[in-house]
């Protein structure tokens, strides 16, 4: 083997390492965002889970928008209620909070995304 088939061989073998390293760095960046993303979180107040959709908006005001509720219909689930405030949205089991979780900050955030409405 001659030395400029031996340097091409050693061009190649780094190559493999450096694009794995640029893939890892791609799923770091997404780790970064979604450390953020519960920092976030936990200074935003959320409504807790157990209060009344009248309580949740006597403190939090009315939401940007009530959407259609889901389920319910044969009686053994329960009718699910979301409301979309700017930060967050609520849902609701009947008429008590189960959940609140923060909207999607830009679409090409990595982390829960908004319901499809």
């Not at 107040?45 to 949740?56: H, K, N, Y």
């Not at 009686?75 to 979301?82: E, K, L, Q, S, V």
């Amino acid at each position: 083997m001659n030395s400029r088939n031996r340097t091409r061989r050693a061009r190649a073998l780094l190559a493999i390492p450096a694009a794995a390293l640029l893939a890892l760095a791609g799923q770091a960046s997404a780790d970064v965002l979604l450390i953020e993303r519960v920092e976030a979180q936990s200074q935003v107040a959320l409504p807790e889970r157990g209060l009344s959709m009248a309580q949740v908006e006597q403190r939090f005001g009315a939401p940007s928008e009530r959407l259609d509720p889901r389920g319910g219909q044969k009686g053994d689930w329960p009718t699910i209620n979301r409301w979309v405030y700017p930060q967050f949205t609520v849902y609701f089991e009947r008429d008590r909070v189960i959940n609140a979780v923060l909207n999607q900050a830009a679409p090409n955030e990595v982390g829960p995304k908004p319901a499809i409405r």
